[in-house]
């Protein structure tokens, strides 16, 4: 059965940091682009960062670009998301996605989804 399990969110002040994981399991996530996505309420879930399964090129959305750091390690089956500076338009629930295309942040993209780990970032 393919699960992805996203952990490590939590409550931060402004400023702080996060490491967010995504375990697979049922397959292997070797040979498949990984996103992060985020949700915020009232809002569409959008494109956060993605690694490539070739050469582990990274993206990232402007909003975050200089602040979060995708990674992957694939003899551990997980991908991270450390995220610094955060900022409380930073708040929302975080999923990892995987898919077959390199380089997108295109929701359409990914084929299989964690359940999400609350972010809440507030003094």
């Known amino acids: 059965q393919v699960q992805l399990v996203e952990s490590g969110g939590g409550l931060v002040q402004p400023g702080g940091s996060l490491r967010l994981s995504c375990a697979a399991s049922?397959?292997?996530?070797?040979?498949?682009?990984i996103g992060w996505f985020r949700q915020a309420p009232g809002t569409e879930r959008e494109g956060v960062s993605c690694?490539?399964?070739?050469?582990?090129?990274?993206y990232y959305a402007d909003s975050v670009k200089g602040r979060f750091a995708i990674s992957r390690d694939n003899a551990k089956n997980s991908v991270y998301l450390q995220m610094n500076s955060l900022k409380p338009e930073d708040t929302a629930v975080y999923y990892c996605?995987?898919?077959?295309?390199?380089?997108?942040?295109?929701?359409?993209?990914?084929?299989?989804w964690g359940q999400g780990t609350q972010v809440t970032v507030s003094s």
């Open positions: 049922g397959f292997t996530l070797d040979g498949y682009a």
């Open positions: 996605a995987v898919g077959a295309v390199a380089g997108s942040l295109f929701e359409p993209d990914y084929d299989y």
């Open positions: 690694i490539t399964s070739i050469d582990g090129s990274t």
